[in-house]
């Protein structure tokens, strides 16, 4: 099928929104010869789709894409995050809810690491999230064997090299001692193959327990091993740019700023205004407070268990320069 020069996204990107694929995935689909457009088939991704294109793949018409969703999920060890495996081990898939929709995960954790994963159903968040450029922190706690100090730590904190592979600069908090053991926590702006355990190898510590406890905003807290939990829409749109509404193609689009400008008005205060602005002050100082005054201690609201899980010094945090029309 030959491009000519027409507005649209490109094809890849369009199967990734539908969640049949990574956009990674869908470019490895479209170049096995497994997607027609109009009844022809390609077998080059560098193809740009307008509403009236007709796809298939496998024979099979693409489905609408649906609305973007994203769940926690808590890995326990002992299972893969792969969709298949070779050696017939358990995949996260196999222990999901089987209402759930088709899902693929936002990075990974090797089979001895447990902790949080971020699910989505749209190929296309998965591949913003899971690039550095993003700037989202993974933060983990990792029991290692040994008596670290903080001279041991220092190159980790620098960066260091490993068979050529270059590891960007990690935090790293040695937590306390626990008989032979350290407890630390790293956090990471990347996410490459068993990154921790080979950077800790290389300063002679052996990694015996590794849970990752946040991704960006998001944080595992008390979610259960083998547990879902749906993030909220609200809480899409304020983390990611997300409108809870549905756009033209079924994604969720991005919510556009409304300024509203309030005028001022030269007219006196009457007595009803005054009793208005008296009955707002008491109904006001009716609001409960902190009890305590250390600011180790934050006050007690009631939030809802999504929202429990955002951490703190992230509110608002949308990744850099994420943005799902690019």
Do not use: C
């Not at 006196?268 to 009890?291: C, F, G, I, L, W």
């Amino acid at each position: 099928m030959t491009q000519t020069a027409r507005k649209g996204d490109r094809i890849a990107k369009i199967i990734a929104r539908a969640g049949l694929a990574s956009r990674r995935g869908a470019e490895d689909i479209i170049k096995s010869g497994r997607v027609s457009v109009n009844g022809e088939p390609i077998d080059s991704p560098a193809l740009n789709i307008i509403d009236t294109d007709q796809i298939t793949v496998d024979g099979k018409p693409l489905t609408k894409p649906e609305p973007t969703r994203l769940w926690l999920y808590h890995k326990p060890i002992g299972i893969i995050s792969t969709n298949h495996d070779e050696k017939n081990r358990t995949t996260i898939y196999e222990t999901l809810p089987e209402d759930m929709p088709r899902v693929m995960s936002i990075g990974r954790l090797d089979i001895n690491s447990e902790g949080l994963l971020l699910l989505t159903n749209d190929g296309e968040v998965k591949r913003k999230l899971e690039l550095p450029s993003t700037g989202w922190v993974r933060r983990y706690r990792v029991r290692t064997n040994g008596r670290p100090t903080e001279s041991t730590l220092e190159p980790l904190r620098k960066g260091i090299t490993l068979d050529g592979e270059r590891f960007q600069p990690m935090q790293v908090t040695l937590d306390r001692q626990q008989g032979a053991n350290a407890w630390l926590t790293i956090g990471l702006r990347e996410g490459k193959n068993r990154e921790i355990r080979r950077a800790l190898k290389s300063v002679g510590l052996i990694v015996n327990r590794l849970i990752r406890i946040s991704f960006g905003p998001f944080q595992l807290s008390d979610l259960k091993p083998g547990a879902t939990e749906e993030v909220r829409r609200r809480v899409m749109r304020d983390q990611l740019g997300l409108d809870t509404k549905e756009g033209n193609d079924g994604t969720a689009t991005k919510k556009k700023k409304v300024i509203r400008v309030q005028h001022k008005t030269t007219q006196k205060p009457t007595a009803e205004m005054n009793n208005q602005k008296k009955r707002r002050s008491t109904q006001n100082a009716t609001v409960q407070k902190p009890t305590s005054d250390s600011p180790n201690k934050r006050p007690s609201f009631s939030l809802k268990s999504s929202e429990r899980r955002l951490s703190d010094n992230h509110k608002k945090n949308k990744p850099k320069g994420f943005n799902q029309k690019n």
